[in-house]
């Protein structure tokens, strides 16, 4: 895909790759696509930390099956309790070619009620294929109802100067979370020479 190194891309240039399938970002719904952004919506199923279950979370050793999965339906909401900590999904599965890498953002809106929908895992890799976990947190004193299909964050795209040679997926990698449907809970391995 021919662009400038490293553009965000615009509303104008999200449609086109999108028609053309370099992305794709699924159920699409053009109402949702912002001057440099696509709005995205929760998804039904949350991953619920068990604080009972570990003491204390060590990264050289990080203890598995901490959480357990939620589903709600398009009917009844997901309460999240004051200074709880959930892992959620996009309601959109998103797939990145090996040129374009994006970030998932919260919702001003959204922000302004004390909910935070990322707290760290922002950045999409190039070659991306999955629904987008979202880490998510309230802020505020009292709880917050999530329903799924609601829009809830926002994903901007930007493309690299040239394709990755080692896009997200590729077997020398060992992606964690590639081709992801739920809230997919910390795959995270431990130790100076591993990545997430």
Do not use: C
């Not at 374009?100 to 999409?124: D, M, N, Q, W, Y």
């Amino acid at each position: 895909m021919a662009a400038n190194a490293t553009s965000v891309l615009s509303d104008g240039t999200i449609r086109r790759l999108i028609a053309e399938g370099a992305i794709k970002v699924d159920p699409w719904d053009d109402g949702m696509v912002q001057p440099a952004s696509v709005d995205l919506r929760l998804g039904h199923s949350f991953r619920v930390f068990h604080n009972h279950r570990a003491s204390a979370i060590d990264l050289k050793d990080p203890p598995r099956n901490l959480t357990e999965q939620v589903t709600i339906t398009d009917d009844e909401p997901f309460l999240i309790h004051p200074g709880e900590f959930v892992l959620g999904r996009t309601l959109e599965w998103v797939e990145l070619p090996d040129d374009v890498v994006a970030r998932i953002e919260g919702k001003s809106s959204i922000g302004r009620l004390g909910l935070i929908v990322h707290a760290t895992a922002g950045f999409v890799d190039p070659g991306w294929k999955g629904t987008l976990t979202l880490e998510i947190t309230n802020l505020t004193r009292i709880p917050i109802k999530l329903w799924a299909n609601l829009p809830i964050a926002q994903l901007s795209f930007m493309t690299l100067d040239r394709a990755a040679e080692r896009p997200y997926g590729h077997p020398e990698l060992g992606s964690h979370y590639h081709g992801q449907l739920e809230a997919t809970e910390s795959r995270y391995e431990g130790g100076p020479a591993k990545t997430a």
